[in-house]
């Protein structure tokens, strides 16, 4: 039974405003549902808006097991200006005429962006360089680096490109682009990088998650909409959709919830499974350990 006053268990699929924070949701979201325990799984920078998961109680303990490796993206990147953040939120530090750049020339630079690459996050940025956030050593005037790392880009489409003139005059290029690509990717460093392919600079104008993992922007709900009616995805319903599934019997569910380590299915694919009894309710995530079922959480017992 639930304690008095607490909040459903489950996961909330947020679209997040513009100007909000991911810890201004999570703080908005402790309101909505009444309770203290509320976190999100992976940051959204305070300029974009769109899907942003949260879970609600014990789906607090779902986030850390979540694989939400492949995220999509649709923004905006202009050719021709240089940001301190790289987006529209930072101080202009560069223009270059970007009017005249040929479509094939763009489409080169993005084909140098897509697949496996390495990339350098924005500086202005929550990575931890040597115990402290990036962004923190650059407010305080410190010269740094930042080492490249591994991601994938799986898809960077272009579907537009405009010319446009910037406040300060500059004469840019608007591209609207969708990005599918893996977790710690920076979208604004994407453009920064295009921009420097093209040496006209470029920086990130608007930005849009549509999905995370498993949960797209048709399952997400504002905040103002959350407030009049709470949307929680069951736990069960949550670890379907991201995890491989094991349905046991009776007999397998009882020792489970005892403790006991049963034989593991041997199911193909990497990362934990979501068990299910034979009443379809949401047991436990495991992992296979030697032939057995490890416990990673327990959910139901």
Sequence with gaps: MKRKGTGPDGLVIVDKPAGYTSHDVVARMRGIAKTRRVGHAGTLDPMATGVLVLGVE??????GHLSLTEK????????????VTDDAEGEITASKTAHGIARDAIDA???KLTGAIQQVPSKV???NIDGRRAYSRVREGEEFEIPARPITIHRFDLHEVREATAE???AVLDLDVTVVC???TYIRALARDLGSDLAVGGHLTALRRTRVGPYGIDQAH?????EETLAVLPMGDAAAAAFRRWDLDAEQARLLANGVRIDSPGLAGDGPIAVFDPEDNFLALIEEHNGRAKSLAVFHR
């Design 109 to 111: 630079g993005i084909a």
């Design 72 to 83: 999509e993206y649709v923004g905006t990147v202009r050719l021709g200006q240089t940001t």
């Design 168 to 170: 300060d005059g500059a």
């Design 182 to 184: 893996s977790s710690g």
């Design 125 to 127: 940025s929550a990575i």
């Design 222 to 226: 504002t905040l103002e909409q959350l």
């Design 58 to 63: 014990k789906a607090t303990r779902l986030l």
